[in-house]
């Protein structure tokens, strides 16, 4: 076992084409584009297809991420999916996916941790990487929270979209500039019930009364978990610069879990963040859970926004409840 360095070498992503504007919500349930803009932020979600599952959108991201890097696909040591709505209760959608990319005996497992899943699934990858246990590590976030969305809740089906995004995280070499620094997990399942689908476990089998019920489709206490949400991303966030000596300041880009615009407004209000350093994209995707920080990310990437070098901070809560940061320099 060594001691070595980890970095994130690429971002991919992917979102189905079918796109589900506010206008298209009017016609569906009791709403309107205005009171969605103002209370979200959003204007337009991605929905996948009846035929496009987890494992598909989590492949188109993969290859995104990987033709990205440098890294060889013969290369990738470990796969860790984080996801909430995977292809199938088992097995899992990281095994489902490395089948996809022809890899074979390569771990593949996934992660639970709802919204935050992406954050917890690079601090798995991070730690494998500077442990000696792997040189690369594919971390994908992956959602399709459409097909467990009630649509008759106006207040929640507004919400969610289809994406995928990933990260290539890969051993560090002593002359590169790039380096994940430092993760802050945190989880209080405390408040497991404010963010929860109650049935389709052993807790609630699934059932005609179940199904009857619309308990299989995403349950939330908004108003309970927007309060939550800035103070625990504060908080993770707040631990991980002061405890590697760096303020706020120092900061080039925040990416933050889009979830809500007021949320995300909060939170660079509270850190004292300037919004025009806060990566933002909910107006074109929704919130698509695990897979909207490395979606935001690649994108920020891509057009060139973020740039080797830029100290990142990633940073994200969700259904447990979960919540983490990323520090990293790009």
């Not at 589900?20 to 009791?30: F, G, P, R, S, Y």
């Not at 990260?167 to 209080?188: G, H, M, N, Q, Y």
Request: glycine letters at 6%; a neutral charge.
């Amino acid at each position: 076992m060594g001691n070595y360095f980890a970095k994130f070498s690429a971002f991919g992503s992917f979102a189905p084409a079918r796109i589900l504007t506010n206008k298209d919500l009017e016609k569906m349930v009791d709403t309107s584009d205005e009171w969605i803009r103002s209370r979200t932020g959003m204007v337009e979600r991605h929905i996948a297809s009846k035929e496009e599952a987890a494992s598909d959108l989590a492949y188109q991201a993969a290859l995104n991420a990987i033709e990205a890097s440098d890294v060889k696909y013969k290369d990738i040591d470990m796969i860790v999916v984080a996801t909430i709505s995977g292809d199938h209760p088992f097995p899992s959608t990281a095994c489902l996916l490395q089948h996809k990319l022809g890899l074979k005996n390569v771990p593949a497992f996934d992660v639970s941790a709802g919204c935050t899943g992406f954050i917890y699934a690079c601090d798995v990858a991070r730690q494998y990487v500077e442990n000696g246990g792997a040189s690369n590590v594919l971390a994908v976030g992956v959602e399709i929270l459409t097909k467990i969305t009630n649509w008759t809740d106006r207040n929640t089906c507004v919400l969610f979209g289809d994406a995928a995004g990933a990260a290539v995280i890969s051993r560090a070499e002593p002359t590169d500039i790039s380096r994940i620094i430092d993760i802050k997990l945190d989880a209080d399942g405390s408040m497991g019930d404010y963010l929860i689908q109650m049935a389709g476990g052993s807790r609630l089998p699934a059932s005609h009364e179940t199904v009857d019920a619309n308990q299989h489709t995403v349950y939330m206490e908004g108003n309970r978990i927007f309060k939550s949400a800035v103070k625990s991303m504060y908080a993770s966030s707040d631990e991980l610069l002061r405890r590697n000596n760096l303020t706020s300041a120092d900061v080039d880009w925040v990416i933050p879990h889009q979830a809500n615009l007021r949320i995300i407004e909060a939170l660079a209000d509270k850190m004292k963040v300037p919004i025009n350093k806060v990566i933002i994209n909910i107006q074109k995707y929704g919130n698509t859970s695990s897979a909207t920080v490395p979606l935001a990310t690649d994108e920020a990437i891509r057009s060139k926004k973020i740039r080797r070098g830029d100290i990142l901070l990633l940073t994200s809560f969700g259904a447990g409840l979960t919540w983490g940061s990323v520090l990293a320099r790009y």
